[in-house]
């Protein structure tokens, strides 16, 4: 079960980012492997802490190499803590937890990353395995690029 927890400082205000990673409908722009995003919901919620939130649902579609795939994610948008979560509720894995945190240091932000997935498919999953370090850096490489192309480069 492939797990990555990353902690990164990146020259950008934490609203910044997380609205950038909030706003999935445009992940088929940047993001390697995504080929859609089709919401399916959007509504306003509470968090635990009792927090206004935004919850939506949506189908994400994923490509990877000979491999196509849509799953169904719950995803709570708290602005006021700069947190998201991502709640898996159907498609091709067995489980997936991710997260995200923001929070401002200094002229910078800490983005805080958390994902942990396994797919029902054998041979997904090995192929998945093997490559999946290589797929996370390309994954934070592409939301630091998009930061760049929407905010302008900044130096860290």
């Given at each position: 079960m492939p797990k990555h927890h990353e902690r990164k400082t990146l020259p950008y205000k934490a609203d910044q980012m997380y609205d950038l990673v909030a706003a999935m409908d445009l992940y088929p722009e940047f993001l390697p492997w995504c080929t859609g995003v089709?919401?399916?919901?959007?509504?306003?919620?509470?968090?635990?802490?009792?927090?206004?939130?935004?919850?939506?649902?949506?189908?994400?579609?994923?490509?990877?190499?000979?491999?196509?795939?849509?799953?169904?994610?719950?995803?709570?948008?708290?602005?006021?803590?700069?947190?998201?979560?991502?709640?898996?509720?159907?498609?091709?894995?067995?489980?997936?937890?991710?997260?995200?945190?923001?929070?401002?240091?200094?002229?910078?932000?800490?983005?805080?990353?958390?994902?942990?997935?396994?797919?029902?498919?054998?041979?997904?999953?090995?192929?998945?395995?093997?490559?999946?370090?290589?797929?996370?850096?390309?994954?934070?490489?592409?939301?630091?690029?998009?930061?760049?192309?929407?905010?302008?480069?900044?130096?860290?």
């Amino acid at each position: 079960m492939p797990k990555h927890h990353e902690r990164k400082t990146l020259p950008y205000k934490a609203d910044q980012m997380y609205d950038l990673v909030a706003a999935m409908d445009l992940y088929p722009e940047f993001l390697p492997w995504c080929t859609g995003v089709r919401i399916r919901s959007r509504e306003d919620g509470k968090t635990p802490e009792g927090l206004p939130c935004e919850i939506v649902t949506a189908d994400v579609s994923i490509r990877f190499k000979m491999f196509r795939e849509t799953f169904t994610s719950r995803d709570t948008l708290d602005k006021v803590s700069r947190t998201i979560i991502i709640e898996y509720l159907d498609g091709p894995f067995k489980h997936l937890e991710n997260r995200w945190h923001f929070e401002e240091d200094g002229d910078a932000c800490l983005v805080d990353f958390f994902i942990d997935f396994e797919f029902r498919s054998r041979p997904l999953q090995m192929l998945i395995g093997s490559l999946f370090e290589h797929a996370m850096d390309r994954l934070m490489t592409a939301f630091e690029a998009r930061a760049a192309e929407i905010y302008g480069k900044k130096d860290a």
